[in-house]
């Protein structure tokens, strides 16, 4: 531990002004969240989902980089493989929501649960980046997680539905380059992930299988078989030092 | 607005679950267990490898105009660090490499 980095924290709380407090934290993620879900609903309508099925998804799971790779392997009509594929693969890209809730408990832990489990639900990555920002400053009130998570559940929903509205309208989104849009994202995701050569070894892994695999076993497995490699990769490479 | 497939809406409550499932474990799972240095260490490296895993087959099947608009977001990104312009910036390269014919 930093010593240095430590500061006086108040003790965990929940307010009413914390929830406004936290619409105001988030700030400039809001219309950033918004643009985002344009981009997923015109990507969803392209597909061929629905208006109600988009904005239901939006809702309900509020996680834009699974919601990305489930449009793009959708299915209709839906089969119970292609289901249990969606499982999961949105485990495997939303298991980061694991350590950032792990990383939550010294501060929220001795809340009663109707005050943390709430806005755990609505956890992403800009709303979990504001709320341990704001503990890092001292900050005390859980409620300033609840109102970021919030004000970005809404942004989410409301760009979603512009974006398929939007996404309906254009006839030949490919030349736009809207195929392109996933790609672009998830690379842009891994930039900042960037911690050295050591880590690229575990992505080189992890593509390398997914190639493989794609060539030779149908469906959308690779993902899946590329990722627990590389993630075991990881836990190989570990285990030298 | 239309129904909503049965089975589509199955796979939306499996997606939703699954996601609440990931948002709640850390925080239930560190009240009771001690995360060990391997476990972390696995766990932090599989976002990027789902990424890699996800992006490389995608990038072989679409081919030039995914694998310029790639590289495109990552110069944007490591120039910005600004993940949306990262997006526009590549599909503007990916399109136009594609309107000109690659």
Known sequence: ???????????????????????????????????????FGAMAAQKGLTLSATTLMSAAVFAGASQF?????????????????????????????????ASLRPWLGGLP??????????????????????????????????????????????????????????????????????????????????????????????????LLVAALVPGWWFIVAGALAGSAAAGLLDERD | MSAIDPFDLLAMLVMAVTTLLTRAAGFWVMAHVPMTARLRGMLEALPGAVVAAIVLPLVARIGAPAALAVAAAVASMIARRNALLAIVVGVMVGALARNAGL
């Open chain 1, 1 to 39: 531990m930093n010593a240095t980095a430590e500061r006086v924290a108040e003790p965990p709380y929940a307010s009413r002004a914390g929830l406004v407090r936290g619409v105001r934290l988030a700030g400039a993620s809001i219309p950033m969240m918004a643009v985002f879900g344009v981009a």
């Open chain 1, 69 to 101: 790779v489930a449009v793009e392997i959708w299915s209709a009509p839906m089969t119970i493989e292609i289901v249990a594929t969606l499982a999961l693969i949105t485990a495997a890209v939303n298991l980061r929501f694991v350590l950032m809730g």
């Open chain 1, 113 to 210: 649960a109707w005050q943390t489990y709430p806005a755990l639900a609505l956890m992403t990555d800009p709303g979990w980046l504001i709320a341990t920002r704001y503990r890092a400053e001292g900050g005390g009130d859980a409620a300033v997680f609840l109102g970021g998570g919030l004000a970005l559940w809404q942004a989410w929903i409301a760009g979603t539905l512009a974006g398929h509205v939007l996404g309906a309208m254009l006839s030949d989104a490919h030349r736009y380059g809207i195929d392109l849009v996933l790609p672009a994202f998830f690379v842009a995701i891994l930039v900042p992930l960037w911690r050295g050569p050591r880590r690229a070894v575990a992505w080189a892994v992890a593509g390398a299988v997914a």
